[in-house]
């Protein structure tokens, strides 16, 4: 492996620690964390808010100049706003996110305890991402 493959596994298994410090990888918490006219469980507020630090560093590292990403690759940040796609996925993200408690990065960080929910979600997000890949190209949408 080269140099960027390690720093993405690294950064990717600090991640993955993360969310399970955090216990995002926990689908009951999550879905505790959500359900807002129950039973709320307001501590997830505390790995928003340091998600929204560290994005905002990298945000202003990127508007500093620092455009490239660990594989100095540019990066570009996508200018066309809101459209249906952007809708649609996010309803799509929304609602699964509410009925299961896995987000894709949640999901795939539980695959390491073995969780059959887990696989099973990420099995069911692979033939959703093929699904859309085929739709894509055969202009469907």
Same mark, same amino acid.
């Given at each position: 492996m080269n140099r960027h493959t390690w720093i993405a596994l690294g950064s990717g298994v600090i991640?993955? &620690?993360g969310l399970a410090i955090s216990q995002m990888i926990d689908p009951e918490?999550? &879905?505790?964390? &959500?359900?807002v006219a129950g039973q709320w469980d307001p501590s997830l507020v505390f790995v928003m808010i340091g998600a929204l630090l560290v994005m905002g560093i990298a945000w202003r590292l990127q508007t500093r100049g620092v455009q490239v990403d660990a594989h100095a690759r540019k990066l570009s940040i996508p200018g066309h706003g809101i459209d249906r796609s952007l809708v649609i996925g996010a309803l799509v993200f929304g609602v699964g996110w509410g009925l299961v408690g896995y987000c894709p990065g949640p999901a795939i960080a539980s695959l390491a305890l073995f969780s059959l929910e887990a696989f099973v979600f990420v099995a069911a997000? &692979?033939?959703g991402m093929q699904l859309f890949h085929y739709w894509r190209g055969t202009g469907a949408g």
């Open positions: 991640f993955g &620690l918490k999550v &879905l505790a964390f &959500l359900d997000m &692979l033939a």
